[in-house]
Nanobody, 121 residues
Framework: QVQLVESGGGLVQAGGSLRLSCAAS????????MGWYRQAPGKQRELVAA???????NYKDSVKGRFTISRDNAKNTVYLQMNSLKPEDTAVYYC???????????????WGQGTLVTVSS
């Protein structure tokens, strides 16, 4: 079993900052990538940012220069620092993990429970 625990969402005014955290635990052999997705009401879930085991990063165009994704490999934790937040960033943010599990070495994709980020204008 692999679990993700997210934290850090909340209400912030436009222009403010929030930091999301996501810690992975369980029977993990190796992590291929971790990332953050978001889903606003009435919209599809979309990739916000991702980071690979080699520390390559990928960002949604609209968050480039404002959001930064990082990892603490020792803690199997990924962070999303969000600065200069805008009302259109309002959504439920989901952590995503792509990893190999112990014993079987199968690839597994796991989603967090989601954390709400609300940006007021």
């Amino acid at each position: 079993q692999v679990q993700l625990v997210e934290s850090g969402g909340g209400l912030v005014q436009a222009g403010g900052s929030l930091r999301l955290s996501c810690a992975a635990s369980g029977s993990i052999f190796s992590i291929n990538a971790m990332g953050w997705y978001r889903q606003a009401p009435g919209k599809q879930r979309e990739l916000v940012a991702a980071i690979t085991s080699g520390d390559s990063t990928n960002y949604k165009d609209s968050v480039k220069g404002r959001f930064t994704i990082s990892r603490d490999n020792a803690k199997n934790t990924v962070y999303l620092q969000m600065n200069s937040l805008k009302p259109e960033d309002t959504a439920v943010y989901y952590c995503n993990l792509k990893a190999r599990v112990l014993t079987t070495l199968r690839y597994l994709e796991v989603w967090g429970q989601g954390t709400l980020v609300t940006v007021s204008s």
